[in-house]
């Protein structure tokens, strides 16, 4: 029986720091998975605020956003309509900024 306990010890000492590793690494994952989601519902509320603009709802804006930082590109037809775009995207609850891609047609 003095033989097991030590092999028992040993064990549980060898298991305890795999197991806060694989714990740290899950809070690391889900954190990812939020900033992620957070991404995603930026993109959306930033997406659904242009195609709700009476001026910029005709245009077909791409949206993206990477740690809340937005990105806009696509093509609209005046300086005006590229302004009104980066006003919108800006006032998004949770845009931390916008880099504004957008050009003007040819």
Do not use: C
Not at 50 to 79: F, H, N, P, R
């Amino acid at each position: 029986m003095k033989f097991i306990q030590p092999v028992t010890l040993s064990l549980l000492l060898l298991a305890t720091p795999l197991w806060a590793f694989a714990a740290v690494q899950d809070a690391k994952n889900d954190q990812t998975m939020v900033a992620a989601q957070t991404d995603i519902d930026i993109s959306n509320r930033v997406k659904h605020a242009l195609q709700s603009d009476g001026i910029l709802k005709s245009y077909e804006i791409m949206v993206t956003s990477k740690d809340a930082a937005i990105e806009l590109s696509g093509v609209v037809k005046q300086q005006a309509e590229i302004d009104q775009a980066l006003r919108v995207a800006t006032a998004v609850a949770g845009v931390k900024s916008v880099n504004n891609r957008l050009t003007l047609q040819p």
